[in-house]
């Protein structure tokens, strides 16, 4: 697994469309934005600014880790963490945090490992700003789940590598569980070897604004993707994930599935989906959905999903979207069986997020999302806003 090393490379890896970035280590080539760019139109330019023009700090996050035996984790040189790469920044925030943070860190998981107990990584953010970049290498034929946590504050520019080798097995979860007032950009990109199977779990639910984007392509046929995300929208929050499947193999599989609730003024969330089938990806799968609840009035949600096929020998593709508020007959249904109005509103929320977090496979992480869900919740049950009315 090499990653691309030059822009001449990117170019002819990568599509040419105004939807996906040449990737590039040199920040020149990802100027300012200014807003009218198709990746950056939805975003708030002025409350990111502190990733967009930030200065090395030598900062890191306070990190606590619990490693299984035969597992490391260790700085490397920034070169070192470019040859591991699975491919360069997409934007100007991932390109500053790998310039800024100055070095990696790898996460390694040697070959045949099988892991019985998750990989846990706890960042915690001091308010200050931080840079780092993050290669997670897993070998050939391992299995293994990692769990990445994001708490505290500051502003958090986000590098983030994993490379799956062939016939592999990996569950990545990164949970950002900010403190409010809380800035974090990055560019997670995933390697899906031969015969792998894949599942990412991204959950946002605080700080202020948060944009992700995660790329995804395969090193051989026979991959298996999966993308699942939740994500909670309070009043004044900016929640932004952008994902990009690359089907560039034959027999390859993807589905994501990505769920929000927004609730109170202000709270804006934006999910851009795009799918790319290549032609030499014949014989392909692929299905993305995204679903946003609306409990209260004051907010917005964009959704945009994408489909890019230049091969017609393909298994099946799709894609879906749907923004709605609380559905009529799931509330007349439970009230109609003596269950109180604020109770049957906090069990529709539970079931619309439970269908994604109970695929974790974590029952400590899955119970500590649906912790965070009803804290949430109790905005609304409370009566402290508005709810979209029946």
Known sequence: MTAVSNVAEAVEANPASHLHPIPSWDVADHPLPTGREEVWRFTPLRRLRGLLEAEASGNTLEWTTQLPAGVSLAPISAERARELSVEAPIDRVSALAALNAGRGVQLDIPADTELSEPILLTGNGTGQAVAEHLVITVGPRAKATIVVRYTGSGTFADKTDISVGDGASLTFVA??????????????????GRDAQVRTVT??????????????????????????????VDAGQHIEHRMFVDHNAPHTTSHVDYRG?????????????????RKVAEGITTYETNKNLVLTDGCRA????????????????????????????????????????DEARRLVVHGFFADIIRRIGVPEVEARLMIAVEAELEVIVGGSAQAVSA
């Open 175 to 192: 949970i950002a569980d900010w403190d409010a007032g809380t800035t974090h950009g990055g560019h997670h990109a995933v390697l899906v």
């Open 203 to 232: 959950a946002s639910l605080g700080g202020d604004l948060i944009r992700l984007a995660e790329n995804a392509r395969f090193a051989g046929p026979g991959g298996s993707l999966e993308q699942f995300g939740v994500y909670f």
């Open 261 to 277: 609730a927004l609730q109170g003024q202000g709270a804006h969330s934006v999910w851009v989906g795009d799918v790319l089938i």
């Open 302 to 341: 964009d959704s945009v999903p994408n489909l890019e096929i230049e091969t017609g020998e393909i298994e099946g593709a799709g894609h879906s979207s749907t923004t709605g508020r609380f559905d009529d007959e799931q509330l007349f249904y439970l009230r109609s069986r003596g269950i109180p109005e």
